[in-house]
């Protein structure tokens, strides 16, 4: 049967019949899937797509969520919100679309399991009384998803496959401006591609200005694994820990991705293993697969902060790190900021050609922010940063222009440039043979320089070096004689021999 219908733009009304407007919609798209309630919003009822529109549009009243398509038509209504979400992304075409959540409370939790969804809300808020001192919010605002007990917030899962057969891969997700706000003791992740870590490999996946609340002490704002050509920005999370990421594809180098400003406050004792976490900033791989062909590589972080104001336990002196990073190659931290109240702030290891730039690594009187990089690290250079204790194992990393507050270990074999302290001016002073000067770190394989510049007739030349921890070197007349005025010098420690 036909229905001519030129066009009806119709509000509504609450106190339309349930039984009238499920006849009506019937007669025009043929079938109709339960309705819980009539919303009270307005909709339209239209035979033509509505330019611009979303492929669904979803909200809620009081205890009911509604959903209506880019045509105006209610499609899906229920209490359940998680069925209804999984309703419209069934529903939706195989190149996928967008869903936009009105501002609202969505308790349940999404699970994008194809290819090019757009999830998007109405943005997210909080309301802070103190920024001085960063406190956590005790509310969020705004489109605002609410997990049950354990559940994640937003999962990223396979779509006609498992853990041994992932199927495709997921293309084209983007997730942005809307809250996730755990209300419940024992939680999931904020945002995650799988637990446990599956092998689905997410490719331009884009994250964007995203609040996590009250995410617990074992799970991550925002968990990623075997990604590529993808965007995190502007995300803050408050409670557990910010990011993991994991590599646990053999051969596929995830990467090629961009994080920027992204912030987390720990509000827990977060009591890490050492090497398994859990870590504010975690980066790692699957242990079991080789290590050769497993890498994160060929990422931008930008603006990662970690404010850390509880103290930490742990059964080794390295179980807790504000930042480990392993198993990666080819990537740059710009402007990595790191607080709080531990000393240990980043633990690099299996790491190539690492660059980190303008970090700013802090922590509370009387500790030192210390840094350990092992020795099998390579190339990895820091650059115009500000830290405190340094332990660095390799010959091939450098420090270029770093302020350096506490102690370079006597252990630590990298080379430093412009370090502040590790050159300078003295004189052996008229009537002494000789003078003790005290440099900021004289580490293994390294040598210092002189030049004269007052013309004397008695030469010098370095005539004892005590490296670190001392770190002083002597200076003395040639002849071991005494000078009979100052005889100035300008002196530089630097590596020279890389074994």
């Given at each position: 049967m036909v229905v001519a219908v030129t066009e009806i733009k119709k509000r509504i009304k609450p106190y339309v019949k349930i039984t009238a407007i499920s006849f009506l919609i019937g007669i025009i798209i043929g079938a109709v899937i339960t309705y819980a309630v009539t919303p009270s919003s307005t909709y339209i009822i239209?035979?033509?797509?509505?330019?611009?529109?979303?492929?669904?549009?979803i909200w809620r009243e009081s205890s009911n969520y509604f959903a209506k398509d880019k045509n105006g038509l209610l499609g899906y209504s229920g209490t359940n919100f998680t069925a209804l979400f999984e309703?419209?992304?069934?529903?939706?075409?195989?190149?996928?679309?967008?869903?936009?959540?009105?501002?609202?409370?969505?308790?349940?939790?999404?699970?994008?399991n194809r290819d090019g969804i757009i999830l998007e809300g109405e943005g997210c808020w909080a309301t802070q009384t103190d920024l001085s001192t960063e406190p956590p919010p005790s509310a969020l605002y705004g489109t605002v998803i609410k997990p049950s007990e354990s559940q994640n917030g937003i999962e990223i899962t396979n779509w006609g496959g498992d853990d041994e057969n992932p199927g495709k891969w997921k293309y084209g997700i983007q997730i942005r401006n809307l809250g996730i706000w755990f209300t419940t003791a024992s939680t999931g992740h904020g945002i995650t591609t799988g637990t446990p870590y599956n092998k689905t490999t997410v490719t331009n996946l884009v994250v964007e200005n995203v609040k996590v609340l009250n995410n617990d002490k074992s799970h991550y704002g925002i968990q990623l694994c075997n990604f590529l050509y993808s965007t995190?920005?502007?995300?803050?999370?408050?409670?557990?820990?910010?990011?993991?990421?994991?590599?646990?594809?053999?051969?596929?180098?995830?990467?090629?991705?961009?994080?920027?400003?992204?912030?987390?406050?720990i509000n827990y004792d977060l009591q890490a293993v050492e090497h398994q976490g859990p870590y504010p900033i975690f980066i790692h791989r699957n242990s079991s697969i080789n290590a050769e062909n497993t890498w994160t590589a060929l990422c931008h972080f930008r603006r990662l902060q970690v404010n850390n104001p509880i103290h930490q336990t742990g059964d080794d002196t390295w179980a807790f790190v504000e930042a480990y990073i392993c198993d990666?190659?080819?990537?740059?931290?710009?402007?990595?900021n790191l607080e709080g109240?531990?000393?240990?702030?980043?633990?690099?290891?299996?790491?190539?050609?690492?660059?980190?730039?303008?970090?700013?690594?802090?922590?509370?009187?009387?500790?030192d922010a210390q840094i350990d990089l092992s020795s099998d690290t390579k190339y990895v250079t820091w650059e115009n940063c500000v830290l405190e204790d340094v332990l660095d194992?390799?010959?091939?990393?450098q420090y270029i222009n770093c302020r350096i507050y506490g102690d370079i270990n006597e252990d630590t074999k990298a080379n430093f440039i412009g370090l502040e302290g590790n050159s300078g001016f003295n004189k052996v002073s008229s009537g002494f043979s000789s003078v003790n000067v005290s440099a900021m770190f004289i580490g293994t394989n390294?040598?210092?320089?002189?030049?004269?510049?007052?013309?004397?007739?008695i030469s010098l030349y370095v005539s004892a070096i005590y490296g670190a921890p001392a770190n002083v070197f002597t200076v003395s007349t040639i002849d071991g004689s005494t000078v009979?005025?100052?005889?100035?010098?300008?002196?530089?420690v630097e590596l020279t021999f890389v074994p």
């Open positions: 239209s035979p033509r797509i509505c330019p611009g529109a979303p492929t669904y549009t309703n419209a992304t069934d529903a939706m075409p195989s190149e996928g679309g967008k869903i936009f959540l009105k501002a609202g409370s969505y308790e349940g939790n999404i699970v994008l995190v920005r502007n995300v803050l999370v408050w409670g557990g820990p910010l990011i993991e990421i994991y590599a646990n594809s053999e051969w596929l180098h995830q990467g090629n991705s961009i994080f920027d400003q992204l912030f987390c406050r990666i190659q080819d990537s740059n931290f710009q402007g990595l109240v531990n000393d240990k702030k980043v633990r690099v290891g299996t790491a190539y050609f690492i660059r980190f730039e303008s970090s700013y690594l802090w922590t509370m009187d009387p500790g194992g390799n010959y091939t990393n390294y040598a210092v320089f002189i030049q004269e510049f007052q013309y004397c007739n009979t005025q100052d005889h100035g010098f300008f002196w530089k």
